[in-house]
């Protein structure tokens, strides 16, 4: 059973920073593709930022320049860096990681239970 453990949410003023980490149970090169999402009050959940087994990378466009996402394969860790933050980015952020087997045409997914992160004004 895959297990994604958040953390390194919190509290922060608008304009700073936070480092979120995504631990895996397990080795996070099985993984097609992992990436995190948010979700604030009262709204859906969307896309923050997905990275792939290669280490392609792909933004909501609205992050693109200030959120930066990186894995370290032999720490089982996906990381989501984010900068100069704005009080629009309190949410609750969850990690995803997605399986695939080739040619199955199955999709796995895998969620964490997400870290609180609340940007001050």
């Known amino acids: 059973q895959v297990q994604l453990v958040e953390s390194g949410g919190g509290l922060v003023q608008a304009g700073g920073s936070l480092r979120l980490s995504c631990a895996a149970s397990?080795?996070?090169?099985?993984?097609?593709?992992m990436g995190w999402y948010r979700q604030a009050p009262g709204k859906q959940r969307e896309l923050v930022a997905v990275?792939?087994?290669?280490?392609?990378?792909n933004y909501a466009d609205s992050l693109k320049g200030r959120f930066t996402i990186s894995r370290d394969n032999a720490k089982n860790t996906v990381y989501l860096e984010m900068n100069s933050l704005k009080p629009e980015d309190t949410a609750v952020y969850y990690c995803?990681?997605?399986?695939?087997?080739?040619?199955?045409?199955?999709?796995?997914?895998?969620w964490g239970r997400g870290t609180q992160v609340t940007v001050s004004s």
């Open positions: 990275i792939t087994s290669g280490g392609n990378t």
């Open positions: 995803n990681a997605v399986t695939s087997p080739p040619g199955s045409g199955l999709r796995y997914d895998y």
């Open positions: 397990g080795s996070i090169s099985s993984f097609n593709h």
